[in-house]
């Protein structure tokens, strides 16, 4: 399984998308898949039952993917027994964008459940400076996405991954 972990805004479900038609290989969405399950939004979820129940729900759900590509929720790497399984049944590509692309791509977003009803970059700038080094570490290959095409980064992760 190929696992793609980064921060929210840095292009995992989009990529995982283009590289599941590109290969023939199956997807899935976690934060999709969340919503399916709970029958609620990412910011209902968060609303109405909270972070922490998000992220309980986020690790069982992990547990249950059977696609050949997850694309995982931000914050999927700060629960160490999400890492701990990713790394027992897969590899995970941490898709690395600096904070000046994310801002860019998520300085409107509304459904953004994280960042809701905060100061938007600065909140941002805060959870990627938490962030930064567990996906590091939590990752098995690095990918920067700086100034890259999706084609190219779909090309990288083919060589990458001998796909």
Not at 25 to 38: A, P, R
Not at 104 to 118: A, F, T
């Amino acid at each position: 399984m190929i696992f793609l972990i980064g921060m929210m805004g840095a292009g995992k479900s989009t990529i995982g998308q283009l590289l599941s038609k590109k290969t023939g290989l199956s997807f899935i969405d976690l934060d999709d898949e969340i919503v399916k399950i709970e029958g609620l939004s990412l910011n209902k979820v968060f609303t109405l039952k909270g972070e922490k129940y998000f992220r309980e729900i986020e690790a069982k759900t992990l547990k249950t993917v059977k696609s050949s590509i997850c694309s995982c929720g931000g914050g999927i790497i700060l629960n160490q027994n999400n890492v701990d399984f990713i790394k027992d049944h897969g590899i995970s590509i941490f898709l690395n964008a600096e904070i000046k692309e994310l801002s860019k791509r998520l300085v409107n977003s509304k459904d953004r459940p994280i960042l809701k009803n905060k100061i938007k970059i600065v909140e941002l700038e805060k959870i990627w400076r938490q962030r930064k080094k567990i996906y590091i570490k939590s990752a098995d290959l690095i990918l920067e996405t700086e100034g890259k095409s999706k084609e190219l980064l779909i090309h990288e992760i083919k060589i990458l991954l001998q796909l």
